[in-house]
Antibody
Framework: QVQLKESGPGLVAPSQSLSITCTVS????????VHWVRQPPGKGLEWLGV???????NYNSALMSRLSISKDNSKSQVFLKMNSLQTDDTAMYYC???????????????WGAGTTVTVSS | DIQMTQSSSSFSVSLGDRVTITCKAS??????LAWYQQKPGNAPRLLIS???SLETGVPSRFSGSGSGKDYTLSITSLQTEDVATYYC?????????FGGGTKLEIK
């Protein structure tokens, strides 16, 4: 059964950095890409970035300077790091799998439940 | 970036109604369109990819259609469990972008 689960700090102070871990099961990170998507409270969905099976990454250009995605295949974990957080970064952060084996479709077939991040002092 | 517009942010429907949700891209996306369902407090769920391909386990009352810039998600005979917000997403070009969502409410 394919599953993804996010874990994060919950609360982050303004100007600080955010680190979230996505732990996957039921598939290998060496075969599938994993995306990050966020959703501010009561608002729509925004794609953040992706790490592909081979380790290459793509980022939303609006966030590129603050965002980093990496992974540890042996631990089945993907990491999102975002710097210089502001209040408008408050959102639910999701990781989601790209459905294409060893490729890239750029949509999302299985999602984690998400982790809430609140930026506040 | 390609802009995705869902013309209705919400509308009220009755159980048993046929519902059509529309999504328009700012340019041709060559059927590279996915539809997601999101219930309150839950993550989005993939319903349809490739504009028309129903994902495994999705009830057959859901269907997708369209081409070029214009796409629709249809639900025949709306059920209680279909009350949710629906998002379209294009994956023809990067970055992948979402519509603003259409929330279905029961009259």
């Amino acid at each position: 059964q394919v599953q993804l689960k996010e874990s994060g700090p919950g609360l982050v102070a303004p100007s600080q950095s955010l680190s979230i871990t996505c732990t996957v099961s039921g598939f290998s990170l060496t075969s599938y890409g994993v995306h990050w998507v966020r959703q501010p409270p009561g608002k729509g969905l925004e794609w953040l970035g992706v790490i592909w099976a081979g380790g290459s990454t793509n980022y939303n250009s609006a966030l590129m300077s603050r965002l980093s995605i990496s992974k540890d295949n042996s631990k089945s974990q993907v990491f999102l790091k975002m710097n210089s957080l502001q209040t408008d970064d408050t959102a639910m952060y999701y990781c989601a799998r790209d459905p294409l084996y060893y490729g890239n479709y750029w949509y999302f077939d299985v999602w984690g439940a998400g982790t809430t991040v609140t930026v506040s002092s | 970036d390609i802009q995705m517009t869902q013309s209705s942010s919400s509308f009220s429907v009755s159980l048993g109604d046929r519902v059509t949700i529309t999504c328009k891209a700012s340019e041709d996306i060559y059927n590279r369109l996915a539809w997601y369902q999101q219930k309150p407090g839950n993550a989005p769920r993939l319903l349809i990819s490739g504009a028309t391909s129903l994902e495994t386990g999705v009830p057959s009352r859901f269907s997708g259609s369209g081409s070029g810039k214009d796409y629709t998600l249809s639900i025949t005979s709306l059920q209680t469990e279909d009350v949710a917000t629906y998002y379209c997403q294009q994956y023809w070009s990067t970055p992948p972008t979402f519509g603003g969502g259409t929330k279905l409410e029961i009259k």
